[in-house]
Nanobody, 123 residues
């Protein structure tokens, strides 16, 4: 069982920045692919970014060039650096862990989830 705890959300003006963090309880954190998803009110949960065990990164087109995913295996932590934020980035952001050997982009493919952290971008 892996527990994930996100932090770093908040209220920011359009054009601003935030950094989300997700700390994992797993002793084998480095063996997990890690992802960030988000869910806006009335919408389905959507893929934002993922970083593999080897450090390969993938992003949703809507965030490419503005959001950066990274990981620090020594700290069991994955980050989402968010820049040039837009009102449409407003959502609850979730961290997720996947123990498979393939890159995953769908929520159902991830094994463990955090409780989420709210990001609100005002115009």
């Amino acid at each position: 069982q892996v527990q994930l705890v996100e932090s770093g959300g908040g209220l920011v003006q359009a054009g601003g920045s935030l950094r989300l963090s997700c700390v994992a309880s797993a002793r084998t954190f480095s063996s997990y692919n890690m992802g960030w998803f988000r869910q806006a009110p009335g919408k389905e949960r959507e893929f934002v970014a993922t970083i593999s065990r080897t450090g390969t990164r993938y992003y949703a087109n809507s965030v490419k060039g503005r959001l950066t995913i990274s990981r620090d295996n020594a700290k069991n932590t994955v980050y989402l650096q968010m820049a040039t934020l837009k009102p449409e980035d407003t959502a609850v952001y979730y961290c997720a862990a996947d123990g498979s050997s393939s890159t995953r982009f769908l929520p159902d493919e991830y094994d463990y989830w955090g409780q989420g952290t709210q990001v609100t971008v005002s115009s």
